[in-house]
């Protein structure tokens, strides 16, 4: 069974800075995506960024130039760096992959249980 789980989350005032990481784990032969998601209260999840493989990545209007995600294959992590918070961006932050492991023929979405992000005005 795969699990990912997240770290790094946390109260910061508004213009600060926090890294998110997240951890995947289990009989896993390939991890096609990784990336993060964000619920903030009464709102959808929405797509925050994502990495496709270790040089290309897509991010959210919303956070181009302020978040940079990033990607280790060989720990099978992934990292979000987020600068210049601002309070919209209060959240609970999720990491999501596509995952291929041993024991399925075809790959899989897999959801961390998220991390709570809350910046203050």
């Known amino acids: 069974q795969v699990q990912l789980v997240e770290s790094g989350g946390g109260l910061v005032q508004a213009g600060g800075a926090l890294t998110l990481s997240c951890t995947a784990s289990?009989?896993?032969?390939?991890?096609?995506?990784m990336g993060w998601y964000r619920q903030a209260p009464g709102k959808q999840r929405e797509l925050v960024a994502q990495?496709?493989?270790?040089?290309?990545?897509s991010y959210a209007d919303f956070v181009k130039g302020r978040f940079t995600i990033s990607r280790d294959n060989a720990k099978k992590t992934v990292s979000l760096q987020m600068n210049g918070l601002k309070a919209e961006d209060t959240a609970v932050y999720f990491c999501?992959?596509?995952?291929?492991?041993?024991?399925?023929?075809?790959?899989?979405?897999?959801w961390g249980q998220g991390t709570q992000v809350t910046v203050s005005p």
């Open positions: 999501q992959a596509v995952i291929s492991t041993y024991d399925e023929i075809r790959s899989r979405d897999y």
């Open positions: 289990g009989r896993i032969s390939l991890i096609h995506v």
């Open positions: 990495s496709f493989d270790a040089r290309t990545a």
